[in-house]
């Protein structure tokens, strides 16, 4: 037996060792581990992105849409240096009115847009220069051609400036900046377009258009859409910045001689400017409830009062 084992030893011979194989394997579980790593890795940095997501500030549309057409820049925070329109300082408790008085009512100026009735229209130091640079900035932006308006917005020429105050700064829109309220300069026109132009450091960043006019529904017409001017953004609700100046505007009919306004503990006549009412203000303490307006004809007379018009919004969103 032992030497025919001895004979056969020659014939046995052990399989080669499967090197390449191997070494293949190795590198393919290598590479799996590096990408499994490398997963985990990026979910880890992910993480923060989306607890700031869930934290954050979030906007919202408004409950119930309106016919208006609202288009704003994304915020953005702009160097005091870089501003080339002075942003006037909406503080103190009665905020002084533009001490320059306008260019007479109807007139215009280097093709620019009529002025507002009374210089009491343009607040806190705003001149109606720095109104109209405004309104033509805003009507040459891209804000314009994104408005829906049929024919286009036209040209600051086909416009009355009725309003130029302070634009406070919230946290939908951070930064001061003003608002220039414009409405097409034919007063007799069945259709007349409003538009509420937000400015900030010369440039223009919002803007809110809208027509309007009168149907004999009512004596007086609230603008829909005056919210923007009397309250801080929704976000703020119950931390507004005070004291706050605040605007309110509507159309008023031919026959109407005198319209109030109150809003907190803050009282308004309205100056009527070519059938349209302006009421301007300063709150020094937040408020719930919408402005409460009042209409009179020329015998005194109570021809409108927003507490019994179903149609106005009563409370603040």
């Known amino acids: 037996m032992r030497d025919l084992l001895a004979e056969g030893a020659h014939d046995i011979r052990p399989s080669p060792v499967p090197y390449h194989t191997i070494r293949r394997r190795g590198m393919i579980e290598r590479r799996q581990r590096i990408v499994v790593a490398g997963a985990a890795f990026a979910a880890l940095a992910a993480v923060p992105v989306g607890a700031y997501a869930l934290g954050g500030h979030t906007t919202s549309s408004p409950a119930a849409p309106t016919p208006s057409v609202l288009v ?8 005091a240096s870089t501003a080339t329109t002075p942003v006037p300082d909406p503080s103190g408790s009665a905020p002084a009115t533009s001490s320059a008085p306008p260019t007479p009512s109807g007139t215009t100026a280097a ?3 009529a002025a507002p009735a009374t ?22 932006s891209e804000f314009a051609s994104m408005s ?13 400036i009725i309003l130029a105050m302070p634009a406070t700064g919230d946290t939908n829109a951070p930064g001061d900046g003003i608002y220039v309220v414009a ?6 026109a069945a259709s007349r377009t409003r538009l509420i132009c937000t400015v900030k450091g010369g440039k223009a960043e919002g803007l809110n258009t809208s027509g309007s006019g009168q149907d004999g529904s009512a004596a007086v017409v609230p603008d829909m859409n005056a919210g923007k001017l009397y309250q801080e953004s929704a976000l703020d609700k119950g931390a507004w910045k005070l004291p706050f100046r605040w ?23 309205a100056v009527l400017d070519h059938g349209w009412f302006v009421a301007t203000g300063s709150l020094d303490r937040k408020v719930t409830l919408t402005p409460h307006i009042k209409g009179y004809d020329a015998h005194g007379k109570l021809v409108y009062d927003s507490d019994q018009d179903p149609q106005y919004e009563k409370t603040l969103p």
Do not use: M
């Open 111 to 113: 093709a620019g847009p």
């Open 72 to 79: 704003t820049r994304p915020a953005t925070t702009t160097p």
């Open 183 to 188: 409405v097409t300069a034919d007063s007799h």
């Open 148 to 160: 829906g308006v049929s024919g286009g917005l036209g040209t600051a020429h086909d416009y009355r």
């Open 247 to 269: 605007g309110d505007i509507g159309t008023v009919r031919p026959s109407v001689a005198k319209v109030t306004v109150s809003y907190g503990n803050s009282h308004s006549v």
């Open 119 to 140: 210089g009491d229209q343009l607040l806190d130091g705003i001149t109606f220069a720095q109104a109209s640079d405004g309104l033509s900035a805003c009507l040459s």
